[in-house]
């Protein structure tokens, strides 16, 4: 995925508000062994891309001077009450050093868990993302995390996701094992089943 941006030589917070004013977003990009380089790009370009899930989680190719980098989205401001992205920051990417990032979860098969389909259970999405630590090369868009077996009053935890290869837990999660997601069976379905049931007979 690209993103074109120019090289910003006027900094300031008056010189960015002027910028905002022609259609253009202020940033700046970091990291690795190059100095800070404030840059600008297209603000609606920008905001449509912040809208895709790939853009947040991916290896993005920066062009600049007709030059490329590879870059991670880092962080990005939006304005308290406009739909405007008011900066943004970008981390330079080395291919031979892993890279500490969030990637989102996509939860599948969740219509046919056994405590969904058998007790109209509701499934509760604990986590959405998951921190992770990789080379460039193996990061994924997402992680899969496969509800078809799960029933009612149990869950999901880290622990049980199956990591792309060269994919591995970030310190935050080693040592630990928190639930990805849980299928709870509200208080009115539980009732209803007792109600359903066939009373026993009589001895």
């Known amino acids: 995925m690209e993103v074109i941006v120019s090289k910003r ?6 010189a960015s508000r002027r910028l905002r004013r022609t259609g253009k977003t202020p940033g700046v990009i970091y990291g690795g062994n190059k100095p800070a380089v404030s840059i600008e790009l297209d603000h609606n370009a920008l905001f449509y891309a912040l809208k895709r899930e790939a853009f947040h989680a991916s290896v993005l ?8 980098e590879s ?13 405007e992205v008011q900066h943004i920051d970008f981390q330079r990417v080395d291919a031979t050093h892993k890279i500490h990032v969030k990637v989102p979860l996509h939860f599948i098969n969740a219509d046919v868990a056994p405590g969904v389909k058998l007790a109209s259970g509701i499934v509760t999405h604990i986590m959405t993302e998951l921190d992770v630590t990789c080379l460039a090369a193996s990061l994924p868009e997402f992680i899969e995390v496969d509800l078809a077996n799960l029933q009612a009053g149990h869950s999901v935890h880290v622990s049980e996701l199956t990591l792309p290869s060269g994919v591995e837990l970030a310190g935050v999660h080693k040592g630990d094992d928190p ?7 509200p ?16 001895a």
């Open 9 to 14: 030589d006027v900094q300031g917070k008056g």
């Open 61 to 68: 190719t920066l062009v600049m001077d007709g030059e490329t």
């Open 71 to 83: 870059v991670l989205l880092r962080d990005y401001q939006m304005h308290p009450f406009r739909m």
């Open 179 to 185: 639930a990805v997601a849980t299928i709870t069976v």
């Open 187 to 202: 208080r009115g379905a539980v009732a209803d089943a007792a109600e359903a049931e066939p009373a026993a007979p009589a």
